[in-house]
């Protein structure tokens, strides 16, 4: 019998336990050995919960009991959950996680630790919550070189977006929805910002690229100046405007950034709406392919965690290859990014706008205080002097090619 534990008792450490007993039967199947939740680490008590008799308010007792042979931190944030996985993989216990602002900040050098010391350190569940990408990236593509990858990856701005684009409601009106359902934080920052996303495309990109790619370094734009008004034209160009994660591996250098898009109803990321998340790969032998399904929620984001338990049960004492060194990758400015651009100006800079930008399609609404183009491709760097010389714009959503 191998006996786990599971840090944190909120909604995805429930999620967890729930799994494990309900699915018993064929997890302990596919593990190849009986599991059993042995402890539950939490501040809190639960009188009346059928596992409360699990509960323990110490870590260390979880630490220093050898028969513990894998922990799932579901805790999330920094403090104490480094230390925490820290100390076990150093003990040698496996550690699967859901964090994934801790696998963005540490991951090589906990993947590291646990490769010292025989053990796992496995984080499927920190990306797209139920939808199986970091496996597939790890083993699955091993023969491809990967050198794209697109996808949204927070159900909260998706939602968002989507119910902007099918009832013409405004940002502040959906989202105030989004947080009445629980969709969204009470505090959206980190969702509405895009510091989810930027997190997320960070480990996605690493994973690529064998290199650790530096959250911090990668452009993040969010969704808070997206409007009504921009769908009713993205509508006339048969597209809609979603918030897209997304690093590109070229000759040109390494580029990666979060921002919201305009994308036609041609690509399959047009067709993933409300809560839903999806991850766009492209690599050089396959071309492309794509994983989807639901982003988050307790029991999507539990099973992953519990895929990888299982995976540490037929892997004990052995590591399973994660490429991710902790050599930084050096992130191009996106400056040089070469794209087209959807504006909105005023009326009175329509001339100015012409001039500037020469070649344009116009996109009409029928807004007379307006006046909305479509540039032809520039670089970003070419982008920003031309709008400045048009005497800035009301908004731009950049258009995915």
Avoid at 12 to 26: F, L, Q, Y
Avoid at 171 to 199: I, S, T
């Amino acid at each position: 019998m191998i006996q786990v534990a599971v840090l944190g008792y909120g909604t995805v450490g429930s999620g967890v336990v729930e799994v494990i007993e309900t699915n018993k039967a064929d997890i302990n199947k596919k593990a190849g050995e009986e599991l059993n939740v042995k402890y539950i680490l939490d501040l809190r008590d639960f009188p009346g919960d059928p596992y409360e008799e699990k509960v323990v308010h110490d870590y260390n007792v979880i630490l220093n009991d050898p028969e513990v042979a894998i922990i799932c931190e579901t805790m999330g944030g920094l403090k104490p959950a480094y230390d925490f996985t820290r100390q076990a993989l150093l003990a040698g216990k496996s550690v699967c996680t859901s964090n994934k602002e801790l696998v963005a900040n540490h991951g090589p050098e906990l993947i590291q630790i646990a490769k010292d010391h025989h053990c796992n350190y496995l984080f499927e569940a920190s990306v797209g919550g139920g939808i199986p990408i970091i496996r597939p990236l790890n083993y699955s593509l091993t023969a491809e070189k990967i050198d794209g990858i697109t996808g949204i990856l927070n159900g909260t701005t998706n939602y968002i977006l989507t119910k902007m684009d099918k009832e013409g409601a405004d940002f502040a009106e959906v989202l105030k929805e989004a947080q009445d359902k629980g969709y969204a934080e009470r505090n959206p920052e980190a969702d509405v910002e895009g510091y989810d996303a930027c997190r997320k495309i960070a480990i996605l990109s690493s994973l690529m690229c064998g290199k650790n790619v530096k959250y911090e370094d990668i452009y993040t734009e969010g969704i808070t100046k997206i409007s009504s008004a921009d769908f009713k034209y993205a509508k006339q160009m048969n597209k809609s405007v979603k918030l897209l994660a997304m690093s590109r591996d070229t000759e040109d250098g390494f580029f990666a950034m979060v921002a919201p898009f305009m994308i036609s109803k041609e690509h399959p990321l047009y067709s993933v709406s409300d809560v839903f998340n999806a991850v766009y790969v492209h690599g050089n032998m396959l071309g492309d392919s794509m994983y989807y399904g639901r982003g988050a929620g307790k029991l999507p984001t539990a099973s992953a965690v519990v895929s990888d338990v299982v995976d540490c049960a037929r892997h004990q004492g052995k590591t399973i290859m994660c490429f991710w060194d902790m050599e930084n990758v050096k992130v191009a400015d996106i400056a040089d990014a070469k794209r087209k651009f959807f504006v909105r100006v005023n009326a009175g800079q329509r001339e100015a706008a012409m001039e500037a930008f020469g070649s344009l399609a116009e996109v009409n609404v029928g807004f007379a205080e307006e006046f909305a183009f479509m540039t032809q491709v520039l670089s970003e760097k070419e982008f920003n002097e031309k709008i400045e010389k048009a005497g800035g714009c009301i908004n731009r959503i950049r258009i995915m090619a």
